[in-house]
């Protein structure tokens, strides 16, 4: 079976035709489909490069006004990384071997033109090698710029978020005491959103370095997808239409509802921004299994496409996309770090993201999800999100910041528990020790100075089996990982929260009303 042809499109730098005539058919005996364009100037040489794409440059040394070392220094100040070879036959070794060193790819004579065709193969090969190479080395930089600035947000969460914690929670404590049209209302009002929108930027800080504390579970996507439209529609606005495309029998995946919920919303957030005037916005899903996806390991996948008809994306702005604090909206009008958030939580999910732009033509997100072989989790939808009922347990907490544990004695307090604070695993042993009632819960700070949380939980489930127990932490997810709370059933809870989340989420530990 003959072998097909290979498209290649050539630009000759040959001032007569009949020479140029003998190359394309020379290359045709050697198996290539030409697409060619003949220049004789350096002016005609910039433009053919400056307005096509090409494989190769074939280029006679000597010509009327210039010659190929000209030639070579043209195509070389374009940037465009394309093989260069001499087809001449009127020079010697020596000149030959100048223009090797000065950058060209090979040198033919014109009376061995059979060897042109597989000096143009090797050629493209070593091409496709280095510019494989080269964007591997840019991939690599980019994965290490982006990996030091997640170690940085995991390394600041920590402490800004203990005190995000403190602010956000006296901000609501001081709310709850200010009745509304009091003058000072206002001014806690002011601190607390101050707070809620620097706990949205530590928060996509951690989602886009793939450091934040997942709680995965196993769901259906298209019925999260279901729902969360409902909420997409209002957010899109009325002039554009929202359309869902979801495949049957898509298969579950193992993910954080509410950061899945994150992703959906952050790019439909920006599809609205790219369609201005109006414009259609599709969710698509499809179960796929990949052989050999190049990016994307092999395996079975759910596919999320999330495609708009907007303004769509060059490709300078695609190459940067997800960097964080990256954005083409006007100054304060975006952080930046919506679709890094979505880079960051697709990826530690253990999916893939992908986009394609077309200007003035739209938008292409690709996500795959790994498929998992279990059942659907429905405790998700069964959750109660109302007001819980105030408690009358005794409550153990354990927690090295000050400013937090005050505010969580006031909120527990205030709820009607009876709390047994420490700042510290082992005074909150000998209080434990000391307490001659039931405690019916440990809240406890993961990393501890001396005792770490899960520490303090085994050697207090000793003393205390029936205890339970409500992790707390402002670390991102390797280190929280690292103590082992991140367990199937641990109950677990990010800083910073609000005082009403904290109440709901012990009611939630505790068993309810």
Known sequence: MAARPTPLRALIVEDRAADADLILRELKRGGFVTTHERVETADALRAALDTRTWDIVLSDYYLPTFDAPGALAVLQASGHDVPFIVVSGSVGEDTAVAAMRAGATDYIMKDRLQRLPPAIAKALAEASLRRERLQLQQDLVRAQKLEAIGRLAGGVAHDFNNVLTAILGSAELLMMDTPPGEHAREEVEIIRDAAVRAQDLIRQLLAFSARQVLQPVVLDLNALITDVGR?????????????????????????????????????????????????????????????????????????????????????????????????????????????????????????HIAVTSTPRVGTTFRIHLPRVDAPVDTSR????????????????????????????????????????????????????????????????????????????????????????????????????????????????MQKPFSPGALARRVREVLGGS
């Open 231 to 351: 909420m997409l529609r209002r957010l899109i606005g009325e002039d554009l239409t929202l359309d869902t495309d979801l495949a049957r029998g898509l298969g579950p995946v193992r993910a954080d509802p509410g950061q899945v919920e994150q992703v959906l919303v952050n790019l439909a957030l920006n599809a609205r921004d790219a369609m201005p005037d109006g414009g259609r916005l599709v969710i698509r899903t499809e179960s796929v299994d990949v052989t050999d996806g190049g990016d994307v390991l092999p395996g079975p996948y759910a596919l999320v496409e999330v495609t708009d008809t907007g303004t769509g994306m060059d490709a300078a702005t695609l190459a940067r996309v997800f960097e964080p604090f990256f954005t083409t909206k006007a100054r304060g009008k975006g952080t930046g770090l919506g679709l890094a958030s979505v880079y960051g939580i697709v990826r530690q999910s253990g999916g």
């Open 381 to 492: 939808a069964k959750r109660v999100v109302s007001v819980p009922a105030p408690g009358t347990e005794t409550v153990l907490v354990a927690e090295d910041e000050g400013m937090v544990r005050v505010l969580i004695r006031k909120v527990l307090e205030q709820a009607g528990y009876t709390v047994l604070l420490a700042s510290g695993g082992a005074e909150a042993l000998q209080l434990a020790e000391r307490h001659s009632g039931p405690i019916q819960l440990l809240v406890s700070d993961v990393v501890m100075p001396g005792m770490s949380g899960r520490e303090l939980a085994r050697r207090l489930l000793e003393l205390r089996p029936d205890t339970k127990v409500l992790y707390l932490s402002g670390y991102a997810d390797d280190a929280v990982e690292r103590h082992g709370v991140l367990d199937p059933g641990t109950a677990f």
